[in-house]
């Protein structure tokens, strides 16, 4: 996994304590606290109910693998290897034993930023969550946006939105406070990136984040070839 050098999420049914992989700077999708932002919460409690991730979620999540302790058929991934992984408890303490672990790789991967072809607008958050959860779901096809959160103007600019399927996004640089990327298109695009959306997140342009899928963040980007810096600015921190 650390050899892999691009940007995405596992998912770890190993039964293992999944903070070790921080130590590794490997990303997971249950993060590394407990406390989570409400309405993500609310999405993994919905799976739970579900009892499995859509295909379409996992891939909107940008997950890549799925570590497991059993060996058998995942839709949509493809199995790699069988490894040995040692056991940690919940205080992250080594009981000195190993457990067998399954690799298995998504066959249908989407890269952490990536355009939606399709823009459907919904008055509520409960609504998005029932579709990111059905069977159905296809981010890159068809993503959801709170039509209560948008101002009049990007009301009007997601309506006159129309897909080109030719354009470019590439990821420059990424850490956890600050976000690199270029985009190349031949006229205004929706860009999803496969993160919360959460407050104090800026960008160097004049153009504002939308919440893409209930939870998430996009922006429109304009036509031709722009760069991009989205940096981490709390106004608590600047208080």
């Known amino acids: 996994l650390v050899k892999d050098k691009s940007k995405f999420r596992i998912l770890d049914n190993s039964g293992n304590n999944s903070n070790r992989w921080a130590a590794f700077n490997i990303e997971t999708i249950s993060g590394y606290h407990p406390a989570k932002i409400s309405i993500y919460n609310d999405l993994l409690n919905k799976v739970n109910e579900k009892g499995y991730y859509s295909v379409g979620l996992l891939q909107m999540l940008n997950i890549k693998y799925i570590i497991h302790n059993q060996f058998g058929e995942i839709s949509n991934f493809k199995y790699i290897d069988k490894m040995k992984m040692n056991y940690f408890d919940l205080h992250g303490l080594s009981n000195g034993n190993s457990i067998d672990t399954y690799i298995y790789q998504n066959k249908n991967y989407i890269e952490r930023l990536f355009f939606t072809e399709e823009i459907i607008l919904v008055n509520s958050n409960k609504k998005i969550i029932n579709n990111l959860i059905s069977d159905d779901f296809n981010p890159k096809k068809t993503s959801y946006i709170n039509k209560n959160n948008l101002t009049e103007k990007q009301f009007v600019l997601v309506k006159d939105l129309e897909f080109d399927g030719s354009s470019i996004v590439e990821l420059l640089d990424w850490n956890p406070n600050e976000i690199k990327f270029r ?57």
């Open 183 to 239: 985009t190349n298109t031949l006229k205004p695009q929706l860009l999803i990136l496969s993160e919360i959306n959460y407050p104090g997140w800026e960008i160097n342009k004049v153009i504002n984040i939308i919440e893409i899928n209930g939870m998430f963040r996009g922006i429109i980007v304009p036509q031709g070839e722009n760069e991009y810096v989205m940096k981490f600015k709390p106004w608590d921190i600047r208080a």
